[in-house]
């Protein structure tokens, strides 16, 4: 089995904290469309120069064509020409860690798999954790390598 690093990663990187990330998540979640599960979610991206992309869920009546906050806002960074994500706060219910789904976690992977995960807890307080521990056997470029 794989040996997993500190599940509370530093936040030394940046100005913006992880409670303001979540905060800028929450803002998002309100614009979130999702009349199927009635379960919005929103996603804040924390780009390497302190910029902040939000995102949130998107359903629709054919459920494999839903999108998810998460790679809703990677894809707004790549259409707006931008990269470097460092972390990302998702949210869902009030004070419940809102774990990504494994189609997320692969796609954040692809742009930064050092990525820090910031997730709400209870009485208004975070929780950090890296993408790695969430995802320890990826998908690669490396399997699709011609030998």
């Not at 803002?27 to 379960?39: D, K, L, N, R, V």
């Not at 995960?117 to 009485?123: G, Q």
Request: hydrophobic content about 40%; aromatic content about 10%.
């Amino acid at each position: 089995m794989k040996k997993t690093e500190d599940k509370s990663p530093k936040w030394a990187f940046s100005a913006i904290s992880p409670l303001r990330l979540l905060k800028e998540a929450r803002e998002a979640q309100y614009y979130s469309y999702s009349p199927y599960s009635h379960f919005p979610v929103g996603a804040a991206l924390l780009l390497g120069n302190n910029e902040v992309i939000k995102g949130c869920n998107v359903e629709n009546a054919s459920y494999g064509m839903a999108l998810c906050a998460e790679r809703n806002v990677i894809a707004q960074m790549v259409a707006l020409g931008k990269k470097d994500p460092q972390a990302i706060a998702i949210v869902g219910k009030i004070g419940t860690p809102c774990y990504p789904c494994g189609a997320c976690l692969q796609v954040m992977w692809e742009f930064n798999p050092d990525m820090i995960l910031v997730f709400e807890k209870e009485n208004n307080k975070a929780e950090t954790m890296l993408l790695r521990n969430l995802l320890p056997y990826p998908f690669s470029r490396e399997g699709m390598k011609d030998e």
